[in-house]
């Protein structure tokens, strides 16, 4: 069974900074697109970023120039660092993984993140 643990979340003032993390297998990680969603109450899911297997990246105009998506290939983690947070960043975010970057196959649980004003 293929796993991605997330850590990182909490709770945070508007303007503070987060970093959550995700880890998988070698494998996993070394074949995968590997990106970051969330899904705040009553909304649907959004994709917040992504980051290929050459280091590309992609990020949702929400979160352009305040977060940052990264790939620590010695640890097999994916990190997502998160600035300038805002109360509308609060959600659930997930970490996930695909072949193509566009059909995710694979899920974290999901971690709570909570920015107050």
């Known amino acids: 069974q293929v796993q991605l643990e997330e850590s990182g979340g909490g709770s945070v003032q508007a303007g503070g900074s987060l970093r959550l993390s995700c880890s998988t297998s070698?494998?996993?990680?070394?074949?995968?697109?590997m990106g970051w969603f969330r899904r705040a109450p009553g909304k649907e899911r959004e994709k917040v970023a992504y980051i290929d297997t050459n280091g590309i990246s992609n990020y949702a105009d929400s979160v352009k120039g305040r977060f940052t998506i990264s790939r620590d290939n010695a640890k097999n983690t994916l990190y997502l660092q998160m600035n300038s947070l805002k109360p509308e960043d609060t959600a659930v975010y997930y970490c996930?993984?695909?072949?193509?970057?566009?059909?995710?196959?694979?899920w974290g649980q999901g971690i709570q993140v909570t920015v107050s004003s």
């Open positions: 996930a993984a695909s072949l193509t970057c566009s059909l995710w196959l694979y």
């Open positions: 070698s494998y996993i990680y070394k074949n995968s697109c």
